[in-house]
T-cell receptor, first 115, second 116 residues
């Protein structure tokens, strides 16, 4: 079974500071992909970053980076230089080689950026 | 522009009524999904379809039905059997690539369903 755990229901960060959002996962698939999405109050889900289980380097996309620790089964999202527009819900998701096209989502972390 | 559209944005359902949520994509994606999101919760999979005329139940399929007669369209019907349908419904699609590959899902703007 696949499971994604996000243990931080809510987080606060000062504008221009960095913040780390935690994500741990459980899977028996030998190959899998990890995704992070942002959901503003309007409701749409926005793809942020992807990490493959066999990628040698941690993924980066602009101000987003992924701290991938395979042995610990964690894939934490780091947002650098936080902006007010970063205030949103953030979801971690996983898709495995043996789960077909199905994605598994965590319960999300609400991030609030304080001016 | 390519993307996913969902309609309506808000939908009201009376007790005992079936309602259908529309989802259309012009991304030429094979796979399409329906998720339900309750306040403060993550996304739970209702149904997904990997190809036309084929679909699979997700974790919470009871009280819902779908069809996939065209590649572009994946409508979701919330039946009267779904006793607590008030939620935010998101449709998504995904292109090809390896199961563990970097092809992400692309989401529509969502439909908020409320029971009167």
């Amino acid at each position: 079974a696949q499971k994604i755990t996000q243990t931080q229901p809510g987080m606060f960060v000062q504008e221009k500071e960095a913040v780390t959002l935690d994500c741990t996962y459980d899977t028996s698939d030998p190959s899998y992909g990890l995704f992070w999405y942002k959901q503003p109050s309007s409701g749409e889900m926005i793809f942020l970053i992807y990490q493959g289980s066999y990628d040698q380097q941690n993924a980066t996309e602009g101000r987003y980076s992924l701290n991938f620790q395979k042995a610990r089964k964690s894939a934490n999202l780091v947002i650098s230089a936080s902006q007010l527009g970063d205030s949103a819900m953030y979801f971690c998701a996983m898709r495995g080689a043996n789960t077909g096209n199905q994605f598994y989502f965590g319960t999300g972390t609400s991030l609030t950026v304080i001016p | 522009d390519g993307g996913i559209t969902q309609s309506p944005k808000y939908l009201f359902r009376k007790e005992g009524q079936n309602v259908t949520l529309s989802c259309e994509q012009n991304l030429n994606h094979d796979a399409m999904y329906w998720y339900r999101q309750d306040p403060g919760q993550g996304l739970r999979l209702i149904y997904y379809s990997q190809i036309v005329n084929d679909f699979q139940k997700g974790d919470i399929a009871e009280g819902y039905s779908v069809s996939r007669e065209k590649k572009e369209s994946f409508p979701l019907t919330v039946t009267s059997a779904q006793k607590n349908p008030t939620a935010f419904y998101l449709c998504a699609s995904r292109g090809g690539g390896l199961p563990s590959g970097r092809e992400t899902q692309y989401f529509g703007p969502g439909t908020r369903l409320l029971v009167l």
